[in-house]
C-alpha cells in the first residue's frame, strides 16, 4: 500500500515559498499587495503613472502616511517603481513594473468579482 505525500519536497517548497509559514516572505509579500490600500493602489496604477497627489486623491480616504509605507512596501516588493524628479516643486511619480502589472490584473480580477458579487453579498446581512 503505497501513502500519497501532500507536502511538496522540502527544495520545491524552499524555491516557491510556504505562504502558510508566519515567516515566509511571499506571506508578507501577500499582506502588503492584499491590504486594503495595497489592492487600491494597484488597480489605480493600472490605468498608467501617477504622481502621489493624484494617487492620493484617487485612492479617496488614505492618509498620506499610509499612501506613503504602502507605496514603499510595494516598490521593495519590486511591484512599483518610484521616480523622483529634481524640481522645484519636488516631483514624485510611482509606475507599475511588469511583475506590480500581473498583480494588479490578480487584484482587480478579486475586486470585480466583489462588485459584482455584492447585492449576494448584501442580501445575506
Avoid at 524552499?14 to 487600491?40: A, I, N, Y
Avoid at 523622483?84 to 510611482?94: E, G, I, K, N, R
Wanted: aromatic fraction near 6%.
Amino acid at each position: 500500500m503505497s501513502t500519497i505525500n501532500t507536502v511538496p519536497p522540502i527544495a520545491d517548497r524552499l524555491r516557491r515559498g510556504d505562504v502558510f509559514e508566519p515567516e515566509c516572505r511571499s506571506r508578507q509579500v501577500m499582506r502588503h499587495v492584499t491590504s486594503s490600500w495595497g489592492v487600491l493602489i494597484l488597480i489605480a496604477l493600472q490605468d498608467g503613472t501617477m504622481r502621489f497627489s493624484t494617487l492620493r486623491r484617487r485612492v479617496s480616504g488614505v492618509s498620506e502616511r499610509m499612501l506613503a509605507q504602502t507605496l514603499r512596501w510595494l516598490e521593495e516588493d519590486r511591484l512599483v517603481v518610484r521616480r523622483s524628479y529634481d524640481v522645484v516643486p519636488p516631483h514624485t511619480d510611482y509606475t507599475l513594473t511588469a511583475l506590480g502589472r500581473e498583480a494588479a490584473e490578480k487584484v482587480a480580477a478579486l475586486a470585480d468579482w466583489i462588485e459584482t458579487r455584492m447585492p449576494e453579498i448584501d442580501a445575506g446581512r
